[in-house]
Structures are given as C-alpha cells and as structure tokens.
C-alpha cells in the first residue's frame, strides 16, 4: 500500500512483519526506483519492511510518482545473495562489558554466548539511529536479551551489542541502552570513504572472535567522525569568532541523499530566514550561513563583507549600533558583530556575501553535531574558530532590502501548525486525532535541534496497537511515545524510530515551528494535502519575489 507521509514522502507499505523475504523486496524495489532518477526525489529510504521516498513537492507529480513505485514493485529483481561481511570481534573485558549478564540470561557460560553469536550470519535490514548504525538480524533466540532498564549515557564507538533479536555496532560514541558484549576495530563509518558506510541495507555479515584473548580491549577502536576542518587561506575573507553564543551552528540547506545510510538531513531550522539570508546578500540558495539559537556569537569581520541578519530578532549590533533585520549591511574589517536579548523568535541566520567557505562532508557544510559531520570538526562553534567566507556570487538583492519581517514567525510565544494525518495513525485510538487538534501544548526544556518534547495536561490517547516495527521518521513527524507526550521531530532527527507518528506538519509550517523555544506553546490544526500545496506555493511566491 502506498500511503501519503506529510506532503513531501509517499511511503510504501509491504508487509507489517519483520522478515528476510519482505526486506528482500524492499532493498530491491528501493534500487529499481534509484535507477529510475525521479525528477524532483530527494532520497529513498527501505526500511524492516517499506520504501520511503522524499521528494520536493514542488516539483514532484504526486500521481505520476506513485504510478512509477507500482511499476518499481513488479519490475523488483530477486537480489542476488552476497558474500557476507567479516567483522572481527573481542569479545567480554572492557570492551563488552554485559556479556556476563547475556549469559546469565541465557543460562550458559559467555564463552558459548560468544560461539552462538559468533555462528551466524545476519542480514543487514536497515540503517538507521546513527549514521552507519545497521539494524541486523535475527539473533539467536537463547541469547536474544532486551535492552538494558538504563541505558548507558556513552557507548564507545565500535560496541557490539544485542537487543532482543537484533544486534549492531555502534559507529561512534553515543548515549544506548543495548547489551554490549564486545567490540570492533573496525571503522563503520566514515564520511571521506565511498561509500561511507560500510554496510548497505541487504548485506549480511559474520562476527569473527578476534585470536586475542577474550576481555581485551580492541586496539585503535574507531573514533568519532568529524566534519572537516576549513581548508581556506586565513589571510583572505574570514570571519572569527570571538564568543560562540548558545549554540551556534553552519547550516546549509541540508545533507540530502545519504538517509538509507542512517545520515539525517539536518539544514536549517527555519529554511526560509536561511533562504531570505542568502538571497539578500546574493547568495545561492545552498550557500551556507550560520544559525544562531536564543543567544547570539561574537563575531569580528576580517575583511570587507556585506553580511546580513534574519529570523528571530536577537537583538544584532554591528560596531555598537543596532541592525535591522531583512536589510544588508556592509561590514569593514575589524567591525564587531554582537547580540543582545532575544525579543522574537529562537534561531537567528547570519549570512555573508560568498557564503561560509568550511570544507564539505558528504557534500554539504550542515553541521549535524552528533554525528559530527559538516561546519567545523562536526560541532558547534567556540570561540576562536575561523571562518573562512567564499567568493561574492553577486550583488545584494534591491527587493529583499525592502523586506522587514520574516514570512513565518511565531511573535507572540507559540505558533499553530497545520498538519496532515499519518502515516501511522492507525497505531491511535480514533479519539487520538481529535485529542492532537483540541490540546495546546508546550515545549519542555528538553529540546533542541532533533526534536521538541510537548508537554500537556490530557496525554493523548494511545492504542493498545501502538506498538510498531521501528521506520522511516520524517521532518515534523509528531511522534507518540506510551506516555501520551509527543515529541515534535525537527532538522536532525534520526532517519528511524519505534514510535509511531500521528500527524506529519506540512512543509509551509516547518519554518514556524523552527522559531519555537521552549516555554513556547504549540497547537495542531489538520488539513488536507491540497491545503498544505496552496499554502507552500504562496510561501514560495512570496519568496521568488525577494530573490
């Protein structure tokens, strides 16, 4: 079945179960649609057991779309088996710290926990979680252990772990709640390696013992990916940052084409300021600039620039005197940039003439931290960094000086989003959707850039058959977790989740929601698709008329 997620994934259903064969079919429909190269598909994701396709819903044909992916499903090849994947493992010691607690679960030593995991082999069903994370399967049954009750706050890269029937390696240090009992040296991930993961949805893979003595720990486990430093010469248009803010981030419009592989999209949290910003100074649309998130950077211009501010108004200074946003400004080298209170909105853009020149990560500067991927070294900016500016491509645009406020931004301390229902409603009892419309809510202090947690006095109601085979999330996915309490999904969400997702915000709202904070109150409106085109193609008149 093919199903409308939000307006900008069509999302293919096959069957609701976790098998080889059904996964099998996905990963072969998935490649007979790459091959096809869509005009206006962004990505295609399989997953356990569907295939979901992004696509820009401006220049997409929706019905000529899903015509093609029932030609995708007849015309999917039977995929050839392929040689399985040796990844050697030390098993126990420091490296695998519970695999004492997997035995005691299966009621043997850990050295036959070792032979049982070590004697089959998995198929690779999904990437997901963490850029390069594969989801594989199926464990045997007798040491299939749940996840920890706890998870653990960091998880080394190159963990071997098990949940249930599932096992994977972790592809760099995170927060993780699996049972982890070895490790690998081996590097899973690795954004300067094509491809940069190194396993694909359909491989499968065997688990070697490594010949060290059991409890060892691995030498040169892999470390944390990094985004790569700027490689410019520093005695040409930089700028340097002096104090970084809260958090600082270079968004570009986002890191499409690598979500099958576990990698977010990431971009901005308000694409249109981000776009406005860039064609004020006469940028392309895909030049980076920097958000700024409640509380501004310090910034010194080395060398004459026009620079601009737009979105939340934090305030911004230049050398003293205060800055109107949606207006250019020319910068001379030494002058200061500063920011002061927030008075509107959450996330400011900073946009140079050129653009922020930092080094690319699988072809974009979006700054996605925790996978550290893009901007500086993957991170957020600290003072003292030095960011190296581009070329001018062009002149300031004479008709977005004359803008003075953004096209979408919630002014009085909360915003209403229009959402379309899905795409998996049908895990909620039918009061659910009503309960989503009826209820404001607001955003807890537990949040950021993956995602807003909404709090509220009536949770909303949750099915008994809420419980799901984890699957593709989307951008503006609202997420329902057992408590009743969503989870607003936002620019560098995880491609994948087990919650399911009631209602998906339409892509003309996606910028208001990028300027909530917490304390801010949400409220949801549904409607329909045609609704949600309508209102995304005046957002993007209004903006073709300040490019």
């Keep these: 079945m093919i ?21 099998a079919r996905a990963v072969a429909i998935a490649a007979v649609l790459r091959r096809n190269r869509l005009a206006g598909v962004r990505d295609i994701v399989p997953t356990f057991r569907s295939v979901a396709v992004f696509f820009d819903p401006l220049r997409a044909d929706v019905a000529a779309l899903a015509e093609t992916i029932r030609h995708a499903c007849d015309a999917a090849p039977v995929l050839e088996e392929r040689a399985p ?59 299939a252990a749940p996840r920890r009750a706890e998870p ?22 995170s927060p993780g709640g699996w049972q982890i009992i070895g490790r690998t040296a081996m590097k899973v991930f690795d954004p300067d390696r094509t491809p940069p993961a190194l396993f694909a949805p359909g491989d499968t893979v065997r688990f070697v013992a490594s010949a060290r003595a059991s ?33 600082t981030t270079i968004q570009d419009e986002g890191r499409w084409g690598y979500q ?36 501004g950077p310090e910034l010194r211009v080395e060398r004459q620039t026009m620079a601009v501010f737009t979105g939340a108004d934090l305030g911004a200074t230049l050398d003293g005197a205060e800055v109107s946003r949606y207006a250019p400004v020319a910068c001379r080298p030494g002058s200061v940039i500063r920011f002061g209170e927030r008075r509107a909105g959450a996330r400011a853009y900073v946009a140079f003439d050129g653009g922020i020149a930092t080094s690319e990560a699988l072809g974009s500067r979006a700054t996605h931290a925790i996978s550290g991927l893009g901007g500086v070294e993957g991170r957020a900016l600290r003072a003292g960094d030095r960011l ?78 809420g419980q799901m085979i984890s699957d593709v999330t989307l951008v503006g996915g609202v997420q329902v977790p057992p408590s009743g309490n969503p989870i607003l999904l936002m620019a560098d969400r995880q491609t994948t989740g087990g919650y399911p997702q009631i209602a998906t915000v339409i892509t003309a709202d ?27 193609i005046a957002q993007e008149g209004r903006l073709l008329a300040f490019s």
């Design 3 to 23: 199903r409308e997620a939000g307006d900008s994934v069509l999302l293919l259903e096959l069957d609701p179960v976790i098998d080889p064969g059904v996964n």
């Design 85 to 143: 994947i040796e990844v050697e493992v030390t098993y126990g010691g420091e490296g695998g710290p519970d695999l004492a607690d997997v035995a005691a679960f299966a009621g043997c030593p850990p050295s036959e926990v070792i032979d049982r995991h070590a004697s089959r082999t998995y198929r690779v069903f999904m990437l997901g979680f963490l850029p390069g994370f594969a989801y594989m399967g199926a464990v045997e049954d007798s040491i």
């Design 152 to 173: 653990r706050t960091r998880v080394p890269a190159g963990s071997v772990g098990i949940a249930g029937r599932q096992t994977g390696i972790y592809p760099l240090d």
């Design 215 to 247: 409890g060892a720990d691995p030498s040169g486990p892999p470390g944390e990916p990094k985004g790569l430093a700027p490689q410019a010469n520093m005695a040409g248009r930089h700028v340097t940052v002096l104090r970084p803010g809260l958090l």
């Design 260 to 295: 099958d592989l576990g990698v977010p999209v990431s971009g901005p949290m308000d694409p249109v300021a981000h776009r406005l910003a860039n064609a004020i100074v006469g940028n392309p649309r895909d030049a980076a600039t920097l958000e700024a998130t409640l509380l």
């Design 388 to 465: 190296p500016l581009g070329e001018p491509f062009g002149t300031a645009s004479r008709a977005a000086q004359q803008a003075r406020l953004p096209l979408a931004s919630p002014e009085g301390g909360g915003a209403r989003l229009r959402v379309l229902a899905g795409p998996q409603d049908a895990c909620f009892t039918p009061e659910a959707l009503a309960a989503l419309h009826a209820t404001r809510f607001t955003i807890s202090p537990q949040s950021d850039r993956m995602g807003y947690r909404l709090s509220c006095d009536r949770p909303v109601p949750f099915a008994a058959t």
């Design 510 to 536: 996606l910028p208001a929601a990028g300027q909530l904070a917490p304390g801010d109150w949400v409220e949801f409106e549904v409607c329909t698709r045609a609704d949600a085109l309508v209102a995304l």
